[in-house]
């Protein structure tokens, strides 16, 4: 279950919202989340889960304008972002040269966009494998043919979602079982 919630939120009050959109998906399986009461462990990365109901997965983010929560039976990773110019020091670090050569080559008026749709995706992927960005990001490799998302991982699949007319994407991640 993926639910997205594009609505202007004060920054000190994002954290909170995203995990409204928890407890709404939680709702979904029965479960009652109080953010104070209901323990949270976390993985050697600092990945979280919910003490009492291993089996559920999850994975909240947020940004400007937009929040997502993913709730899955399986490992998965969600990244969200409001599209703005693009970092080239990060495509430098953090991007294969095959996709620091789609961005290189991409007309001006869609490189903000390719950048962040690259950008989520493996963000989606380091969160989906409970890393984080200590990840070599580098590594993982992304590209699209045919409104499809190509990825050198294996043993996940990856959904895109370009909101509000290239305003905002959306990324998910999820195992394969």
Known sequence: MLIIS????????????????????????????????????RGTHG??????YPEIKY?????????????????????CEGVR???????????SDSEKFLIENASETERDLLF????TLKESYVKAIGIGISYPMNTVE????????TSSVKDYRFKQYILKNGRFIVSVCEKIQ
Not at 61 to 69: E, L, M, R, T, Y
Not at 116 to 119: E, N, S, Y
Not at 142 to 149: A, E, L, M, P, T
Request: hydrophobic share 35%; net charge positive; aromatic share 8%.
């Open 59 to 79: 994975n909240m983010s947020h940004a400007d304008g937009i929040a997502v929560c993913l709730l899955s039976d399986k490992e998965c990773g969600v990244d």
């Open 116 to 119: 962040f749709r690259l950008w």
């Open 142 to 149: 992304f590209s699209f043919s045919d409104n499809k998302i």
């Open 47 to 52: 990945k979280p889960s919910l003490a009492e």
């Open 6 to 41: 594009l609505k202007e939120v004060p920054k000190k009050e994002q954290r909170s919202h995203a995990h409204n959109l928890l407890r709404e998906c939680l709702r979904t399986q029965n479960i009652e989340y109080v953010t104070d009461e209901t323990p949270i462990i």
């Open 85 to 95: 110019p693009y970092r080239p020091n990060v495509v430098k670090r953090s991007f």
